[in-house]
């Protein structure tokens, strides 16, 4: 039995994060219709399951592969993204951000020091701002 498990998994892709991510995808959905009694939320749990086994049992690696870098180059963006908000909406706490008249450039300011006058770095506009 062991051993017709293992030919039977010979050449097959496996498991990546791609994989992971759908599985979690269909426990969070399998939740849902539990929560909500949804049979589309079921119907997708579903989905999700039957597509990541068909994708740890395929073949073809190269396509699998590619799927995953997709997958990871987007989620890369997409919590780099949030990581970014984070980080500014702490910023926003100490500073106040501006952005230049002329050039756009945005300007980090350290609040509380009243009325100063901002020169850009980028192209030297010099503008008056409460910090
Ligand atoms: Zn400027």
Redesign the pocket.
Known sequence: MREKLQHFMVGRYGADQLGQFLLIAAIVSMVCSMLFRSSVCNLFAILLIVLSYYRMLSKNHSRRYSENMKYLKYSGKVSRFFRSKKQYLSQLKTYHIYR??????KIRIPRGKGKISIS??????EFIKKS
């Open positions: 230049c008249p002329s050039c756009k450039q850009c770095p980028k192209c030297r506009t």
